[in-house]
Nanobody, 118 residues
Framework: QVQVVESGGDLVQPGGSLKLSCAAS????????MGWYRQTPGNQREFVAA??????????DPVKGRFSIPRDNARNAQNTIYLEMNSLKPEDTAVYYC?????????WGQGTQVTVSS
């Protein structure tokens, strides 16, 4: 059974940085998609970023130039990814969820809270 666990959420001041971690276990499948969504109370989850096949990355417009998923072949092969967040804004406050897609199946993590406030 595939399991996804995120960590790294915290309270950070505007303009600060944070790095989230995501580890998927229970699978050795390599040609996969892993990524991040975020959600605020009363709203749907919104796409943040993804890494496809450990090579190609995609980012939502609100985070382009500020967030990144490092391409780490060793970590990606172990189904571990990170989300590096810089120049954080109060509107980035949300619960961040990691996911892994294997074929048509998506598995979500439990989420980690990121709060950007002074």
């Amino acid at each position: 059974q595939v399991q996804v666990v995120e960590s790294g959420g915290d309270l950070v001041q505007p303009g600060g940085s944070l790095k989230l971690s995501c580890a998927a276990s229970g699978t050795r499948f390599r040609n996969k998609v892993m990524g991040w969504y975020r959600q605020t109370p009363g709203n749907q989850r919104e796409f943040v970023a993804a890494i496809i096949g450990g090579v190609r990355t995609e980012y939502a417009d609100p985070v382009k130039g500020r967030f990144s998923i490092p391409r780490d072949n060793a970590r990606n092969a172990q189904n571990t990814i990170y989300l590096e967040m810089n120049s954080l804004k109060p509107e980035d406050t949300a619960v961040y969820y990691c996911y892994i897609d294997i074929g048509a199946s998506r598995t979500w993590g439990q989420g980690t809270q990121v709060t950007v406030s002074s």
